[in-house]
């Protein structure tokens, strides 16, 4: 599952920092029978290690971020790698963002994510972005742009198998076997910290199964 946000302002200008990003789709697309996630890394390890101090089957996906801070009349950018981990919360799905950039801001930055159920037949990732701090006197950083991808693509997972860790590729969500008719549809909702709110819809075409075929619409 790919999520991707990108958020437009007026030329030579920083959109106001982002503090929440919910994203709803299709609960077919569920992360509970995945594969993904079978162990978790807790904030404190993530915060004070970085990525490198969680298990390998706690990962769950990777992405890239891209800041802007206005600094006079100029416009810094900074990209940041981003590793999805998850993280523990009894009976619900927990993630842990974290986001790894070097300049101007040289500090990881770390932001959790939930998943919820509802409404109806849906469910939503709901991610809360802290307030990030960048140069003396100028504005927190804001975030123009989240491309993150929750799959096991590029992960190894390992399990004991006689007394050996064996090396594997998780399998990552399975299709369902019928699709709604014109494809699965998203919603993303994105709230500011000047108070503001906005949302865009996007509908997934639906997919092809390994053996060519196409996931029915139903």
């Given at each position: 599952?790919?999520?991707?946000?990108?958020?437009?302002?007026?030329a030579?200008?920083?959109?106001?920092?982002l503090?929440?990003f919910?994203?709803t789709?299709?609960?077919?697309?569920?992360?509970d029978?995945?594969?993904?996630?079978?162990a978790?890394?807790s904030?404190?390890?993530?915060?004070?290690?970085?990525?490198?101090?969680?298990?390998?089957?706690?990962?769950?996906?990777?992405?890239?971020?891209?800041a802007?801070?206005?600094?006079?009349?100029?416009?810094?950018?900074?990209?940041?790698?981003?590793?999805i981990?998850?993280?523990?919360?009894?009976?619900?799905?927990?993630?842990?963002f974290?986001?790894?950039?070097?300049?101007?801001?040289?500090?990881?930055i770390?932001?959790?994510?939930?998943l919820?159920?509802?409404?109806?037949?849906?469910?939503s990732?709901?991610?809360?972005?802290?307030?990030?701090p960048?140069?003396?006197?100028?504005?927190?950083?804001a975030?123009?742009?989240l491309?993150a991808?929750?799959?096991?693509?590029?992960?190894?997972?390992?399990?004991?198998?006689r007394?050996?860790?064996?090396?594997y590729?998780?399998?990552?969500?399975l299709?369902?076997?019928?699709?709604?008719?014109?494809?699965?549809p998203?919603?993303?909702?994105?709230?500011?910290?000047?108070?503001?709110?906005?949302?865009?819809d996007?509908?997934?075409?639906?997919?092809?199964?390994?053996?060519?075929?196409?996931?029915?619409?139903?």
């Amino acid at each position: 599952m790919n999520i991707s946000v990108e958020i437009a302002a007026p030329a030579n200008r920083a959109p106001p920092p982002l503090t929440a990003f919910d994203v709803t789709y299709p609960r077919d697309l569920g992360f509970d029978v995945s594969g993904l996630g079978l162990a978790t890394c807790s904030q404190t390890s993530l915060e004070s290690f970085g990525p490198s101090a969680c298990p390998p089957n706690s990962y769950i996906g990777r992405g890239s971020a891209l800041a802007e801070i206005p600094v006079g009349p100029e416009i810094i950018r900074e990209t940041a790698e981003v590793t999805i981990v998850r993280a523990p919360k009894e009976g619900q799905i927990a993630l842990l963002f974290y986001a790894n950039g070097e300049s101007p801001v040289s500090a990881p930055i770390v932001f959790p994510g939930l998943l919820v159920p509802g409404p109806g037949d849906n469910e939503s990732i709901d991610i809360d972005v802290p307030l990030v701090p960048s140069l003396p006197e100028a504005p927190d950083v804001a975030l123009v742009r989240l491309h993150a991808t929750l799959g096991p693509q590029g992960l190894t997972y390992y399990e004991h198998i006689r007394h050996h860790l064996v090396p594997y590729r998780p399998q990552g969500i399975l299709l369902p076997n019928k699709c709604p008719r014109g494809g699965f549809p998203f919603r993303a909702t994105l709230s500011f910290l000047d108070g503001s709110h906005t949302h865009t819809d996007s509908t997934v075409p639906c997919p092809v199964h390994d053996n060519g075929k196409k996931v029915v619409e139903s």
